[in-house]
Nanobody, 124 residues
Framework: QVRLAESGGGLVQAGGSLRLSCAAS????????MGWFRQAPGKERDFVAG????????YYTDSVKGRFTISRDNAKDTVYLQMNSLKPEDTAVYYC?????????????????WGQGTQVTVSS
C-alpha cells in the first residue's frame, strides 16, 4: 500500500520555525529518494529539498539554503523538513514525495508518489 502523510504545518510568525514530518509506508519509502515540494496559490509546485535513500546527500533550492534542513529516519520510514527563519514568501502548501530509485530529482514529474500536503502560513 502506498502512503505518504504529512504533518506539522501551521501558522507561524516571520522568523519562527516549523518541523514538517512525512510518514510513509515501507513500500513507498524503502530504497527511494524523498523530496519536499511547495505550491503557493496561483503558482506551480516547486522543489524545496530532497534526500537520497542513503541520507548521505541532500539538495535544496537556493531560497531555502541555510534555513531548511531535510533529514530521514529509515527505521521509522519518515522524512522531515526543519524550517527555520521562516519568511512570508515561504507560505505554501508543502508536499512530501517519493521517487523510485535512490537519486534525488528536482522536477515534479520525476516523483512517483505524493502526499496530500500540509499548509504552512508565515505571517509578517
Amino acid at each position: 500500500q502506498v502512503r505518504l502523510a504529512e504533518s506539522g504545518g501551521g501558522l507561524v510568525q516571520a522568523g519562527g520555525s516549523l518541523r514538517l514530518s512525512c510518514a510513509a509506508s515501507r513500500r513507498t519509502f524503502s530504497g527511494n529518494a524523498m523530496g519536499w515540494f511547495r505550491q503557493a496559490p496561483g503558482k506551480e509546485r516547486d522543489f524545496v529539498a530532497g534526500i537520497r535513500w542513503s541520507g548521505g546527500s541532500t539538495y535544496y533550492t537556493d531560497s531555502v539554503k541555510g534555513r531548511f534542513t531535510i533529514s530521514r529516519d529509515n527505521a521509522k520510514d519518515t522524512v522531515y523538513l526543519q524550517m527555520n527563519s521562516l519568511k512570508p514568501e515561504d507560505t505554501a502548501v508543502y508536499y512530501c514525495a517519493a521517487k523510485l530509485g535512490g537519486y534525488v530529482g528536482t522536477d515534479v514529474n520525476q516523483y512517483d508518489y505524493w502526499g496530500q500536503g500540509t499548509q504552512v502560513t508565515v505571517s509578517s
